[in-house]
């Protein structure tokens, strides 16, 4: 009886997959068709490759795998992809070979005289060294020697990312610190700043150095908007890209297909991608409990992490819960962007969104601070709410700052960028331009007449509070990293695996479950 039972279930569960697989085949067929960027593949590096070579041999792969692209995309366009819209057409006004520099690529920063530390700078997943450009010039500017490397399979064409593997970019990152402290005194200190992706990356690499003596363990972490947890959809998206083993379904391999109109990001995005993003957050993850459970985290760097409350892209909840519940007491900080308040969005915004903030954050005294910047009635002026580690008090600052008309909350994409930031901010800098300016975009008409994704120009692409970032960034430069703690993670017990897959769960639920976290002024 068991057994027939079984073998019922088997059945129904491979015709589920048989129809999941064959649905997402009959999307592919209908899909948009796959261009020159989706289908010619770079070669890059592998993990092992790049743990045997240094910085100029990197670069000299790049320039390599740069030239590539022009020979077998740029030159070989037809007639309909030679518009001005595609970054991969060589007379379009967004082509990145037009620029006086093409922050695609990998960069170094050297400051006058001898430098007082090194910082690495990791950018997110189909992102490129663009995205931290603004705070590389905060750190070259105090003395820093600022090494940004272009993570394997990005800046080139989407399809570089087709098969890339998360241990490739694992093993850039440990390049680019190597590359870093050639250029400062063993002793200087060591800072790691990583976006989305590269903060999962930055993270892992101040891991791997806990359980590796011969890594040089980084002094401060600064992420943002980290990839500590990410949707279950992820780890299931190899499905997704079944089909594509069949040429007439080669479409399946992909999650987005659209226009490349972004001379500094991807906009389509490959199945793989996902994969390795969800496989890169699994290894973090179990790591961080592995290490919590030794007793061995005493040792990490003080972490300051910038995180919006809404986030589409990663968890919010995985960042408190997964992260920053299991650091030692070594001053660590999180700071949250709350919501806009203002009451013109009350009709408006999602009950779960204008309670994110309270179902995210933790009952009781921390061992990190908690800051959260957010708008406050009657005028909804921008403070700074600060709740210090082992006490629930708050502390208000206001900081004279208010949220731009018409913006309801900041984004993942946001948080790295100034409102003056040529591509992105809503005030573009006149004296840079990069083809055009996404950020100054509203636009108005029928559904369908551009090549632009509208819900993806409605999502806030630069950081009003921008300033307080770099402010909160030059404090970190400025003081010296407390001595490691050593075993003051002794009384931390982890979060199970079922609860982590609770916690992501009630993340991903669009209710109005109110979790009654620590109540602040609103």
């Not at 970054?87 to 520099?101: C, L, Q, V």
């Not at 407390?482 to 916690?503: C, F, I, L, V, Y």
């Amino acid at each position: 009886m068991i057994i027939r039972a079984l073998k019922r279930l088997v059945i129904l569960l491979l015709v589920v997959l048989a129809t999941a697989v064959g649905m997402r085949a009959w999307d592919a067929w209908r899909g948009p068709p796959l261009h020159a960027w989706h289908t010619f593949e770079p070669r890059e590096l592998t993990a092992a490759q790049l743990d045997a070579t240094d910085w100029k041999g990197y670069l000299a792969a790049e320039q390599a795998i740069f030239d590539q692209v022009r020979r077998n995309v740029t030159e070989k366009l037809p007639a309909s992809d030679q518009v001005a819209t595609n970054r991969y057409y060589a007379n379009a006004p967004i082509y990145p070979g037009h620029f006086a520099t093409d922050w695609n690529r990998s960069y170094q920063m050297a400051p006058t005289g001898t430098p007082v530390g090194a910082v690495v700078l990791l950018h997110g997943l189909t992102d490129s060294p663009y995205s931290l450009r603004h705070i590389a010039r905060v750190y070259h500017d105090a003395g820093f020697y600022v090494v940004a490397i272009r993570l394997p399979g990005h800046g080139t064409v989407p399809a570089g990312l087709s098969h890339v593997q998360w241990q490739d970019w694992a093993a850039a990152t440990r390049l680019a610190v190597r590359e870093a402290r050639t250029h400062t005194d063993p002793h200087a200190p060591l800072h790691l700043v990583g976006f989305s992706n590269g903060g999962s990356l930055a993270l892992k690499y101040a891991l791997d150095a806990i359980e590796d003596h011969r890594l040089a363990r980084p002094d401060r972490l600064i992420l943002i908007s980290p990839m500590i947890g990410i949707t279950r959809f992820a780890r299931f998206a190899g499905i997704a890209g079944l089909p594509a083993m069949l040429p007439p379904f080669a479409r399946a391999s992909w999650l987005d297909v659209v226009p490349e109109f972004n001379p500094f990001k991807y906009n389509s995005f490959p199945v793989n991608g996902a994969r390795q993003a969800y496989r890169l957050t699994d290894a973090l993850q179990g790591q961080l409990q592995r290490l919590a459970r030794d007793n061995e985290l005493g040792d990490i760097a003080p972490i300051l992490t910038f995180q919006s409350v809404v986030d589409f892209t990663v968890s919010t909840r995985a960042v408190i819960r997964s992260l920053y519940g299991l650091l030692p007491d070594n001053g660590s900080e999180i700071v949250l962007f709350d919501v806009n308040r203002d009451h013109l969005f009350d009709v408006l915004m999602r009950r779960s969104s204008s309670t994110a903030l309270t179902r995210v954050l933790p009952n009781g005294p921390q061992r990190f601070r908690i800051t959260v910047l957010g708008s406050v009635p009657p005028d909804n002026e921008i403070a700074e709410i600060t709740i210090a580690p082992h006490t629930t008090e708050q502390r208000i600052r206001p900081l004279s700052l208010h949220y731009p008309p018409g913006v309801f909350s900041m984004s993942h994409v946001s948080l790295p960028f100034p409102l003056d930031d040529s591509l992105y901010g809503t005030t573009p800098n006149p004296d840079e331009f990069y083809g055009t300016h996404l950020g100054v975009q509203t636009p108005r008409g029928e559904r369908g007449t551009l090549v632009l994704n509208i819900d993806a120009m409605m999502r806030m692409a630069s950081n009003p509070f921008f300033s307080y970032v770099l402010d909160r960034v030059r404090e970190q430069i400025a003081s010296p990293a407390p001595p490691p703690s050593h075993g003051e993670t002794r009384d931390q017990k982890p979060p199970s695996e079922t609860e982590m897959e609770a916690m992501e769960r009630e993340f991903e639920e669009d209710g109005d479950i109110d979790a009654g976290g620590a109540q602040l002024p609103w």
